[in-house]
T-cell receptor, first 114, second 109 residues
Framework: DGGITQSPKYLFRKEGQNVTLSCEQN?????MYWYRQDPGQGLRLIYY???????QKGDIAEGYSVSREKKESFPLTVTSAQKNPTAFYLC?????????????FGAGSRLTVL | GQNIDQPTEMTATEGAIVQINCTYQ??????LFWYQQHAGEAPTFLSY??LDGLEEKGRFSSFLSRSKGYSYLLLKELQMKDSASYLC??????????WGAGTKLIIKP
């Protein structure tokens, strides 16, 4: 079955540590996205990538980094520079730039900073 | 600025009908999406509207008025499994999605 796999589902981090969240898709989608979801707020875009070896900052990129070395993979690193990293992180993929760009989401990764 | 507004929470009765409203202001417009998200899970796609009018898909329908910057999601014959958050998102002229905070729908027996 085609889909998106995120891991780990739950992650605990000590202050000052970097952590990397994995996102893999087998939908052959060109575009991939990372969102952050906090209670009472809409999804906020962290980074997105329309093509391999290229990515753009979203609205809240500070303290995060990504890479897109393969079409299937778009890992997100939450660095120690991110001041408030505790959140639910969602990875998504879609066909790319078009009006009907229906996104498929992974199950999410919940990061807690201790 | 760009903005999406939808009610924070709604309550309805099993078997009834509920309408979830969404108003949007975006720089350009390339369509309106509705997603369903159960607690702690991934959002799943429900509907996409780019032209004015009503799109019906089983128990769920979605309406769009571009001139009013308004959409609604209509859920009929409510079931307990419809208890979830419903996310409205508008696509701007750069094909970027602007998301609302979501409407938590509570279904009571």
């Amino acid at each position: 079955d085609g889909g998106i796999t995120q891991s780990p589902k739950y992650l605990f981090r000590k202050e000052g540590q970097n952590v990397t969240l994995s996102c893999e898709q087998n939908l052959n989608h060109d575009a991939m996205y990372w969102y952050r979801q906090d209670p009472g707020q809409g999804l906020r875009l962290i980074y997105y990538s329309q093509i391999v070896n290229d990515f753009q900052k979203g609205d809240i990129a500070e303290g995060y980094s990504v890479s897109r070395e393969k079409k299937e993979s778009f890992p997100l690193t939450v660095t120690s520079a991110q001041k408030n990293p505790t959140a639910f992180y969602l990875c998504a993929s879609g066909p790319g730039d078009s009006g009907a760009n229906v996104l498929t989401f992974g199950a999410g990764s919940r990061l807690t900073v201790l | 600025g760009q903005n999406i507004d939808q009610p924070t929470e709604m309550t309805a009765t099993e078997g009834a009908i509920v309408q979830i409203n969404c108003t949007y202001q975006t720089s350009g417009f390339n369509g309106l999406f509705w997603y369903q998200q159960h607690a702690g899970e991934a959002p799943t796609f429900l509907s996409y509207n780019v032209l004015d009018g009503l799109e019906e898909k089983g128990r769920f329908s979605s309406f769009l008025s571009r001139s009013k910057g308004y959409s609604y999601l209509l859920l009929k014959e409510l079931q307990m499994k419809d208890s979830a958050s419903y996310l409205c998102a508008a696509m701007d002229s750069n094909y970027q999605l602007i998301w609302g905070a979501g409407t938590k729908l509570i279904i009571k027996p």
